[in-house]
């Protein structure tokens, strides 16, 4: 049983389980060694919680990594192969607009949502390409099918 103890002092550095093993030595009676046990079994019921609530915060972290970011890395706004926009700047704080660009040897063309990921404008020198965008929000891009994540956060 000393070795146990002694094991438990070594393994755990908090303050609290010397208190459990502080009568090591003065075991003699059957008391002493049902206090220490009872001092143990709190120790071993806080390492417990404190493993449980490791386990939640790492789940929730996890859960954190795997969600898309608020705003795709690019949409789709019209058939594949000429209407990809990438997201070219959205604030930090997610209080402004995000815009998506698409850039041409000779053309600029951009959309533009609001922070709540609703509809804002467009721009650039016509909109064919920009078409299944217009009045679309992200999240019904999302559900489409048009928005892609290239990187994970």
């Not at 002092?9 to 208190?19: M, R």
């Amino acid at each position: 049983m000393k070795k146990i103890l002694m094991l438990l002092t070594l393994l755990y550095s908090g303050n609290t389980l010397s208190d459990c093993t502080n009568n090591i030595n003065n075991m003699s009676d059957v008391a002493s060694l049902k206090d220490t046990m009872k001092c143990l079994q709190l120790e071993i019921d806080k390492l417990n919680s404190l493993h449980t609530q490791l386990k939640k915060k790492n789940s929730e972290l996890e859960k954190q990594l795997n969600e898309p970011s608020k705003w795709p890395h690019a949409i789709n706004c019209g058939t594949p192969w000429d209407a990809l926009f990438i997201l070219h700047a959205n604030p930090l704080d997610n209080a402004g607009p995000a815009w998506y660009v698409q850039v041409y040897n000779s053309s600029y063309r951009h959309v533009k949502f609001n922070s709540d990921l609703s509809y804002n404008d467009w721009g650039g020198d016509n909109k064919d390409s920009l078409i299944g965008c217009i009045n679309k929000s992200i999240t019904q891009l999302r559900a489409a099918g048009r928005t892609y994540e290239f990187i994970k956060k």
